[in-house]
């Protein structure tokens, strides 16, 4: 009789094991797959800080060329340009919002990688 209790123990003990399994709930996969999955986190917020600072970028290669032109104007016959200064304040206006919207955004990236590092 105590060989037939054993034999249920060691049974309900092996369903349980394999019931895990089945559910997918192996503490050695269940390691794997959060390593894997905080690993992708970890290139994924990479990925956004490479994205934020690309965009940066091409923003400040608008505020140099606005810049240079500025600049060149001042050597340059201004009464001959069909531009109004009140149009060239708009569009440095516009350069910058978007240039300070920018930093704004690769300093969130930035942080957000951060945190999912540590």
Same mark, same amino acid.
């Given at each position: *009789?105590?060989?037939?209790?054993?034999? @249920?123990?060691?049974? /309900?003990a092996? /369903?349980?094991?394999?019931?895990?399994?089945?559910?997918?709930?192996?503490?050695?996969?269940? @390691?794997?797959?959060?390593?894997? !999955?905080?690993? =992708?986190? $970890? $290139? /994924? !917020? @990479? +990925?956004?800080v490479?994205?934020? &600072?690309y965009? +940066?970028r091409?923003?400040? =290669?608008?505020?140099?060329? %606005?810049q240079? &032109?500025? @600049? /060149?104007?001042?050597?340059r016959? %201004?009464?001959? +340009?069909?531009?109004?200064p =009140?149009?060239?304040? !708009?569009? *440095?206006?516009l %350069?910058?919002?978007? *240039?300070? =919207?920018?930093v704004?955004?690769?300093?969130e990236? $930035?942080? !957000?990688?951060?945190?999912? *590092?540590?």
């Amino acid at each position: *009789m105590a060989k037939t209790v054993r034999t @249920a123990e060691t049974t /309900s003990a092996k /369903s349980k094991t394999t019931k895990r399994k089945a559910a997918g709930d192996d503490p050695a996969k269940g @390691a794997e797959t959060k390593k894997h !999955a905080k690993k =992708r986190t $970890i $290139i /994924s !917020a @990479a +990925l956004l800080v490479e994205d934020a &600072f690309y965009n +940066l970028r091409w923003t400040h =290669r608008a505020y140099d060329c %606005v810049q240079n &032109f500025l @600049a /060149s104007l001042n050597t340059r016959n %201004v009464e001959r +340009l069909l531009v109004e200064p =009140r149009e060239l304040t !708009a569009l *440095m206006e516009l %350069v910058n919002a978007e *240039m300070g =919207r920018r930093v704004q955004t690769v300093e969130e990236a $930035i942080r !957000a990688a951060r945190k999912v *590092m540590h």
